[in-house]
């Protein structure tokens, strides 16, 4: 009788595990079949045809072959086939069947086969047994395309491969998984990097997808991006030498230069030296000095003022390198460090020195031709400007002025925050100096100055915002154990009104992002998310994006969130938020 289940087993055979628990794999890694010698080929095949449910094994064909023309007797090998026939597989399915008859769903028997041969493949998997197939058929095995079709059964070989990096068997499956066009499933780098055009391929979906990232998304994407490339030296070294022939290209080459530079960060905070292979990238036989100096400075992590004294020299010739060498935000984080982290020590006499080459990293435009290796044109006109302003919010950061002196300072610390390398700065100093266990306790306006200094930041660059939150995030959850509960929820309420303020400034989705978290966690007070949904319904007007209306709705439909805030005319903020986004993006969304 014809099961309806054979879709598990078809034709009533397949990979189901023998009695004994044991996974047979078709081509035993034995010593090789047999020789010249018939009588030992069949000796060989009579053994095999001994063995239990041999007939369903998929090697039964060549080794019929193999018996009859060593001579082989028909009635012999009838006999002991059918003898030894057990039928595991068909009992399988003949099981498989009752449990259908039964009323089970035929989805949940599926799943339960699956679920066992799955458990009892990687318990019993044999990579000698999976590598002999290939030496057994001389081709890829039809069943084979057949398996990497379903997803199941492409999770299991991703599995699989972790575990046996070495399997031939496994390391051709998933080439031929990527060859179907399944790289994106391909997680784990440890399976793709064995294989460069494997690699190639999922290098080239990862970048593809840091291209087409939302600002909300961005992060993401190139921290996996990084995340894939600093798996091992062959991967790092192949994709940054394709990333640096992709950042020379006119269009899109600043965006690959990017993410070449958010790979160096991520080896770096992985503690690898990568400095060697960044500066023969970057720097080639042509600026051996200024590689040389930066390279020394890098390895150690630490600016040297020998080594500042050479790049000074070098970047204020007439003939400059390129500004790019200086760009590496490793070495742009030192100097930031260096001006505005307080208590950094920093040589006086070098000080102009840090400053202008922070101040020229910044703000010099200069294009190269790569083909030719020649400067197109150098732009230094903002130099001077942009290094007046370093100076001046240097020596206010570094004087440890009290709050009082600082607001004799805010119309000065208001104009140069203005150039944005001196913003990134004062984020540097601020986020120091708010850290102090003590900031708080002997800060109790209504918004403290340093904190209003970020305000200043956020109107002026929204590319600093990311930033600035990531400031304000880790202040609202830090613990104040040593101060009154009310003091804790002041200070938070007024890190609310910052984040609402960054809201307002356009960086939206992700601040009400990360407070519908700090909702769902259940681990922050519900009054500071009453507060942030009250200020955010006064802050905003239609239209909303869709994005916008699944994060806050929520949020403003909680009873116990809004339930105060609503009256009964309708007429409240919370009813008409409500009433709009069900008749505008609620509707529609069914539509």
């Given at each position: 009788?014809?099961?309806?289940?054979?879709?598990?087993?078809?034709?009533?055979?397949?990979?189901?595990?023998?009695?004994?628990?044991?996974?047979?794999?078709?081509?035993?890694?034995?010593?090789?079949e047999?020789?010249?010698?018939?009588?030992?080929?069949?000796?060989?095949?009579?053994?095999?045809?001994?063995?239990?449910?041999f007939?369903?094994?998929?090697?039964?064909?060549?080794?019929?072959?193999?018996?009859?023309q060593?001579?082989?007797?028909?009635?012999?090998?009838?006999?002991?086939?059918?003898?030894?026939?057990?039928?595991v597989?068909?009992?399988?399915?003949?099981?498989?069947?009752?449990?259908i008859?039964?009323?089970?769903?035929?989805?949940?028997?599926?799943?339960?086969?699956?679920?066992?041969?799955?458990?009892?493949?990687?318990?019993?998997?044999?990579?000698k047994?999976?590598?002999?197939?290939?030496?057994?058929?001389?081709?890829?095995?039809?069943?084979?395309?057949?398996?990497?079709?379903?997803?199941?059964?492409?999770?299991l070989?991703?599995?699989?491969?972790?575990?046996?990096p070495?399997?031939?068997?496994?390391?051709?499956?998933?080439?031929?998984?990527?060859?179907?066009?399944?790289?994106?499933?391909?997680?784990?780098?440890?399976?793709?990097?064995?294989?460069?055009?494997?690699?190639s391929?999922?290098?080239?979906?990862?970048?593809?997808?840091?291209?087409?990232?939302?600002?909300?998304?961005?992060?993401?994407?190139?921290?996996?991006?990084?995340?894939?490339?600093?798996?091992?030296?062959?991967?790092?070294?192949?994709?940054?030498?394709?990333?640096?022939?992709?950042?020379?290209?006119?269009?899109?080459?600043?965006?690959?230069?990017?993410?070449?530079?958010?790979?160096?960060?991520?080896?770096i905070?992985?503690?690898?030296?990568?400095?060697?292979?960044?500066?023969?990238?970057?720097?080639?036989?042509?600026?051996s000095?200024?590689?040389?100096?930066?390279?020394?400075?890098?390895?150690?992590?630490?600016?040297?003022?020998?080594?500042?004294?050479?790049?000074?020299?070098?970047?204020?010739?007439?003939?400059?390198?390129?500004?790019?060498?200086?760009?590496?935000?490793?070495?742009?984080?030192?100097?930031?460090?260096?001006?505005?982290?307080?208590?950094?020590?920093?040589?006086?006499?070098?000080?102009s020195?840090?400053?202008?080459?922070l101040?020229?990293?910044?703000?010099?435009?200069d294009?190269?031709?790569?083909?030719?290796?020649?400067?197109?044109?150098?732009?230094?006109?903002?130099?001077?400007?942009?290094?007046?302003?370093?100076?001046?919010?240097?020596?206010?950061?570094?004087?440890?002025?009290?709050?009082?002196?600082l607001?004799?300072?805010?119309?000065?610390?208001?104009?140069?925050?203005?150039?944005?390398?001196?913003?990134?700065?004062?984020?540097?100093?601020?986020?120091?100096?708010?850290?102090?266990?003590?900031?708080?306790?002997?800060?109790s306006?209504?918004?403290?100055?340093?904190?209003?200094?970020?305000?200043?930041?956020?109107?002026?660059?929204?590319?600093?915002?990311s930033?600035v939150?990531?400031?304000?995030?880790?202040?609202?959850?830090?613990?104040?154990?040593?101060?009154?509960?009310l003091?804790?929820?002041?200070?938070?309420?007024?890190?609310?009104?910052?984040?609402?303020?960054?809201?307002?400034?356009?960086?939206?989705?992700?601040?009400?992002?990360?407070?519908?978290?700090?909702?769902?966690?259940?681990?922050?007070?519900?009054?500071?998310?009453?507060?942030?949904?009250?200020?955010?319904?006064?802050?905003?007007?239609?239209?909303?994006?869709?994005?916008f209306?699944?994060?806050?709705?929520?949020?403003?439909?909680?009873?116990?969130?809004?339930?105060?805030?609503?009256i009964?005319?309708?007429?409240?903020?919370?009813?008409?938020?409500?009433?709009h986004?069900?008749?505008?993006?609620?509707?529609?969304?069914?539509?």
């Amino acid at each position: 009788m014809e099961s309806e289940t054979e879709e598990y087993y078809p034709n009533g055979s397949g990979s189901y595990p023998p009695e004994d628990g044991r996974v047979e794999m078709e081509g035993e890694d034995e010593e090789e079949e047999g020789g010249d010698n018939p009588q030992e080929t069949l000796k060989m095949c009579l053994d095999k045809f001994g063995s239990p449910d041999f007939i369903m094994e998929p090697e039964i064909f060549s080794q019929l072959k193999k018996y009859f023309q060593s001579g082989g007797n028909p009635e012999q090998v009838i006999d002991l086939l059918s003898s030894n026939y057990i039928a595991v597989a068909q009992m399988a399915n003949l099981m498989a069947e009752w449990l259908i008859l039964a009323g089970a769903e035929i989805q949940t028997v599926q799943q339960l086969v699956e679920n066992h041969l799955h458990d009892m493949i990687l318990k019993t998997f044999d990579p000698k047994k999976a590598d002999a197939i290939f030496a057994e058929e001389g081709e890829t095995p039809s069943w084979l395309a057949e398996l990497i079709e379903y997803p199941t059964w492409r999770s299991l070989i991703y599995r699989l491969a972790e575990d046996y990096p070495d399997c031939l068997m496994l390391n051709f499956t998933i080439k031929l998984i990527s060859d179907a066009g399944h790289q994106a499933e391909i997680t784990s780098i440890s399976t793709a990097a064995q294989q460069i055009e494997v690699f190639s391929r999922i290098l080239k979906t990862s970048v593809s997808t840091y291209l087409s990232s939302t600002p909300e998304t961005m992060q993401k994407n190139l921290e996996e991006c990084a995340n894939m490339v600093c798996h091992g030296q062959h991967t790092y070294v192949y994709a940054q030498v394709l990333l640096s022939v992709l950042g020379t290209e006119q269009r899109g080459g600043h965006v690959i230069r990017r993410l070449q530079q958010e790979v160096q960060k991520q080896a770096i905070k992985s503690n690898h030296d990568v400095t060697p292979i960044t500066m023969a990238l970057m720097a080639g036989f042509q600026h051996s000095k200024a590689a040389h100096n930066l390279s020394s400075m890098l390895s150690r992590n630490a600016l040297n003022p020998a080594d500042i004294v050479q790049l000074h020299r070098l970047y204020n010739s007439s003939d400059p390198p390129p500004v790019e060498l200086i760009r590496i935000p490793q070495f742009l984080q030192l100097l930031i460090d260096a001006l505005f982290k307080p208590g950094a020590k920093i040589n006086q006499e070098h000080k102009s020195k840090y400053i202008f080459l922070l101040a020229y990293a910044s703000s010099v435009c200069d294009t190269w031709s790569m083909k030719k290796g020649s400067r197109k044109t150098l732009n230094k006109d903002e130099v001077k400007g942009t290094m007046q302003a370093l100076e001046k919010v240097h020596s206010i950061c570094s004087a440890n002025k009290g709050n009082v002196e600082l607001l004799s300072e805010l119309n000065t610390l208001y104009q140069c925050i203005k150039f944005p390398v001196v913003s990134v700065g004062v984020i540097r100093w601020v986020e120091c100096i708010v850290s102090e266990s003590t900031y708080f306790s002997l800060n109790s306006d209504t918004c403290p100055i340093h904190l209003a200094l970020l305000d200043e930041v956020v109107a002026n660059h929204p590319l600093l915002h990311s930033k600035v939150l990531t400031l304000f995030t880790s202040l609202f959850e830090r613990a104040y154990g040593g101060m009154e509960i009310l003091a804790a929820l002041e200070i938070k309420k007024m890190l609310v009104d910052r984040l609402v303020n960054l809201l307002s400034r356009g960086y939206v989705l992700p601040v009400v992002k990360y407070m519908a978290q700090c909702w769902r966690n259940t681990d922050t007070d519900i009054s500071l998310i009453r507060y942030f949904v009250t200020e955010v319904l006064e802050t905003i007007a239609p239209p909303y994006s869709t994005e916008f209306v699944s994060l806050f709705l929520p949020l403003v439909e909680n009873e116990e969130i809004t339930g105060t805030m609503r009256i009964d005319s309708d007429s409240d903020p919370v009813s008409e938020f409500i009433v709009h986004c069900k008749a505008n993006h609620v509707n529609n969304s069914l539509l």
